[in-house]
Nanobody, 124 residues
Framework: QVQLVESGGGLVQARGSLRLSCAAS????????MGWFRQAPGKEREFVAS????????YYGDSMEGRFSISRDNGQNTVYLQMNSLIPEDTAVYYC?????????????????WGQGTQVTVSS
């Protein structure tokens, strides 16, 4: 079965950086888009970023553009999320998501597989 395992979360001070990783297994990773979402306590799941199957196309949520960068290594079956200039409002559980198709998407319904999540906490 498809498995997605996130790592790299933690506690960071405002204006700091973190890089999240998501290791995928169980299907041909290079055939599908991948995404990152986040969910803060009491809030709905929010789109963060997505990347096409070949890494050519990327798409970001409004508040992440210019601060976050998504990338993938199809040889390592891994997708990354580089987060810079973090602010306390970025505090959330971050989820890796496996797409249903090869194209990027912003809606959770476009993703059929989810990791367990990794906590990111940004202190002021």
């Amino acid at each position: 079965q498809v498995q997605l395992v996130e790592s790299g979360g933690g506690l960071v001070q405002a204006r700091g950086s973190l890089r999240l990783s998501c290791a995928a297994s169980g299907r041909t990773f290079s055939n599908y888009a991948m995404g990152w979402f986040r969910q803060a306590p009491g809030k709905e799941r929010e789109f963060v970023a997505s990347i096409s199957y070949n890494g050519v196309s990327t798409y970001y949520g409004d508040s992440m553009e210019g601060r976050f960068s998504i990338s993938r290594d199809n040889g390592q079956n891994t997708v990354y999320l580089q987060m810079n200039s973090l602010i306390p409002e970025d505090t959330a559980v971050y989820y890796c998501a496996g797409g249903r198709t090869s194209n990027t998407g912003w809606s959770p319904s476009e993703y059929g597989y989810w990791g367990q999540g990794t906590q990111v906490t940004v202190s002021s």
